[in-house]
């Protein structure tokens, strides 16, 4: 008997709060920081992941908590140096850590939130066995991030590129969960390197997903398509310089791709969209994220995590 | 037979040398913003005391070089961060890697060579043994770092804060120095956590240094006192602001510190250094330098790295 997302989340969230809660409950402005990113809200995937996935292999779920615990902790923390990076201001609502605590003091928070999660790896049952690979997926992480600000420098980017940048950016920390607890759940080494490749996956999906949603998104949002103000390069930015035909347009997307945020209107967004859609960019877009929907679905770690994928859809149905 | 820094140096520096930069090896901006870090040089100390103590404690000394490597490579990442963080410009003559790289690449340059070090201590022989110790090492260091930036808008520092900083920001990873080597030496635990309580005092002693050499340090230099125009709290500083007598002298030795970098002329920067003489905090300074040099001569561990903290007073000896 499997359990849905929604079970998982109601059984598992308050331990995985509460535990992430004390790992950064000391004194002094570094665990104020952190209290406060945290208290910035999130889905908490990266974290309610291990613990569910080990329940639905018919392990005790508590195997998977401290994991769960590391890994949200480690994405938060990369979370932190992403708005330090992007000179974001504001994330859910609220002041970045950079801007309520200074760039100096936020470096040293997404910096101890990765560590802290480090020393939580090393606190889990399996600690040991995977801690290198949790150490090689931070470094994946760091690496796609590197990519990401290269590829906003780069005049034709690739959507080969951006899959490297995806799979480090968002793969290899969906991967370490996958990898992390099905060991955890005890089963056997092939078994764990094929759920690995399936996280890998997952993250490009959801990137994807997360690329398409900033264009297609539902129009009650207060910002759409904030990739192009902000000059990121999403899956059909590349794909329109990879393969448009319309060689004119795309210079003009990307035109309007690279022009400082601030001088970026919203008729030249929506005018940016516009040549997406009229390329076929977004089109191509929503074909692969469903390709790669069937493909999770059709994988036999999907079964793990009954729902997820499907959900990942919902805010982009109506597009596709 | 014990060997001296010197050789030390010559036997292990290119085998040091060698293994760090192949660990930098890969293509793309972080790699190479990480050789260009390394490159711009440095006394290696962290990276040749593990082979140094291993060989010292008459063990094969390769089996410190992988964890010389691991902790040379988290040192650099810590200072490629701290440059960020002091909005320094140039170390040892060369722009700073966020100067010629940018800040966002910066940020993930140290946290890659921070992971890469991480990576080298699993790969070391005793790494399971230690990476938990090594990973603490690397909380204390941010904790130091931040405490460094609260101390600086602390109206009223303490020397024990001062030592909580240094302890952190400095100790910590000498600390995993001594412990790291002392344990990869086949010694017993109770001489392990000696040397790591050496190495803790050996920072401290360190950053003490630190902080006179640039208050009494010749005079050949191009600037002196620049702590005072970055407005640091160094060791004289605090007991200034705790036990220095001429309160007004401690309000305008303050008013100096805490004045913004641009604004601090360098005939401010020497009434600065003035009050701290009068004052008697840089008698204080030194007289607890030396008595830290007689309580680290006197520790069995000091057996193991002969010469060295004779070494560090050379610099300063002229004032003692």
Same mark, same amino acid.
């Given at each position: 008997?499997?359990?849905?997302?929604?079970?998982?989340?109601?059984?598992?969230?308050?331990?995985?709060?509460?535990?992430?809660?004390?790992?950064?409950?000391?004194?002094?402005?570094?665990?104020?920081?952190?209290?406060?990113?945290?208290?910035?809200?999130?889905?908490?995937?990266?974290?309610?992941?291990?613990?569910?996935?080990?329940?639905?292999?018919?392990?005790?779920?508590?195997?998977?908590?401290?994991?769960?615990?590391?890994?949200?902790?480690?994405?938060?923390?990369?979370?932190?140096?992403?708005?330090?990076?992007?000179?974001?201001?504001?994330?859910?609502?609220?002041?970045?850590?950079?801007?309520?605590?200074?760039?100096?003091?936020?470096?040293?928070?997404?910096?101890?939130?990765?560590?802290?999660?480090?020393?939580?790896?090393?606190?889990?049952?399996?600690?040991?066995?995977?801690?290198?690979?949790?150490?090689?997926?931070?470094?994946?992480?760091?690496?796609?991030?590197?990519?990401?600000?290269?590829?906003?420098?780069?005049?034709?980017?690739?959507?080969?590129?951006?899959?490297?940048? &995806?799979?480090?950016?968002?793969?290899?920390?969906? =991967? /370490?969960?996958? *990898? #992390?607890?099905?060991?955890? $759940?005890?089963? %056997?080494?092939?078994?764990?390197?094929?759920?690995?490749?399936?996280?890998?996956?997952?993250?490009?999906?959801?990137?994807?997903?997360?690329?398409?949603?900033?264009?297609?998104?539902?129009?009650?949002?207060?910002?759409?398509?904030?990739?192009?103000?902000?000059?990121?390069?999403?899956?059909?930015?590349?794909?329109?310089?990879?393969?448009?035909?319309?060689?004119?347009?795309?210079?003009?997307?990307?035109?309007?791709?690279?022009?400082?945020?601030?001088?970026?209107?919203?008729?030249?967004?929506?005018?940016?969209?516009?040549?997406?859609?009229?390329?076929?960019?977004?089109? &191509?877009?929503?074909?692969?994220?469903?390709?790669? =929907? /069937?493909?999770? *679905? #059709?994988?036999?770690?999907? $079964?793990?995590? %009954?729902?997820?994928?499907?959900?990942?859809?919902?805010?982009?149905?109506?597009?596709?």
């Amino acid at each position: 008997m499997t359990i849905s997302f929604e079970e998982a989340r109601e059984r598992f969230l308050p331990a995985l709060e509460g535990r992430m809660h004390e790992t950064v409950a000391g004194a002094g402005v570094l665990f104020e920081a952190a209290r406060y990113h945290l208290d910035s809200g999130g889905k908490r995937l990266r974290g309610l992941l291990p613990p569910w996935i080990v329940a639905n292999l018919g392990a005790e779920p508590a195997r998977g908590l401290a994991l769960g615990v590391a890994l949200e902790l480690i994405h938060n923390g990369t979370l932190v140096h992403d708005d330090v990076q992007d000179g974001d201001t504001h994330r859910r609502g609220m002041p970045t850590v950079w801007m309520r605590f200074g760039l100096p003091q936020a470096v040293n928070v997404g910096t101890t939130m990765l560590f802290l999660g480090v020393a939580e790896v090393l606190r889990s049952p399996v600690g040991a066995d995977i801690i290198g690979d949790v150490n090689l997926a931070i470094l994946d992480i760091v690496a796609g991030q590197a990519l990401e600000f290269e590829l906003q420098t780069n005049p034709a980017p690739t959507m080969a590129q951006w899959d490297r940048m &995806a799979a480090g950016k968002t793969g290899a920390l969906f =991967a /370490a969960c996958f *990898l #992390a607890a099905t060991h955890a $759940a005890g089963r %056997p080494r092939d078994e764990v390197r094929a759920a690995s490749r399936y996280g890998a996956e997952l993250g490009i999906y959801f990137q994807l997903q997360d690329d398409l949603l900033d264009l297609v998104g539902d129009k009650q949002r207060d910002e759409a398509a904030t990739d192009i103000a902000e000059g990121k390069i999403s899956w059909p930015v590349a794909w329109a310089c990879e393969v448009g035909g319309d060689r004119d347009a795309v210079a003009r997307l990307m035109a309007i791709v690279n022009a400082p945020r601030l001088d970026t209107s919203s008729a030249m967004i929506a005018e940016a969209v516009a040549i997406l859609h009229a390329l076929g960019a977004i089109r &191509a877009g929503l074909d692969r994220v469903r390709d790669l =929907a /069937a493909s999770l *679905l #059709a994988h036999p770690t999907n $079964a793990s995590v %009954p729902g997820l994928v499907e959900r990942v859809l919902d805010p982009i149905r109506h597009a596709l």
